[in-house]
């Protein structure tokens, strides 16, 4: 048997033709947006297994990057409502 879309029928119900677009919650934890429309993330590899890492690697870990060009299409599409 196959389940229904809870959440499509809501819509549904209130007369809403379309599906809306949403942005997606992993995204919206992840990047943030600049003033000028660039997309800054994280450094990954800085959570745990700190101990066998050296001091310079963390240190350059610190902080943000601006993503590349190819990437922040896919973040974009995403984030719509951004």
Known sequence: M???NRHAEALIIKGEQNAKNETKSGAKKR???TGS???KRTKSH???IL???TTKQK???RGTEI???SDAKRVRAMMPTQ
């Open 51 to 53: 101990t066998k890492k």
């Open 59 to 61: 240190r350059h870990l």
């Open 31 to 33: 990047f943030k947006f």
């Open 2 to 4: 196959i389940r229904p």
């Open 37 to 39: 429309g660039a997309i």
């Open 46 to 48: 800085l959570q745990h």
């Open 67 to 69: 993503i590349s060009s």
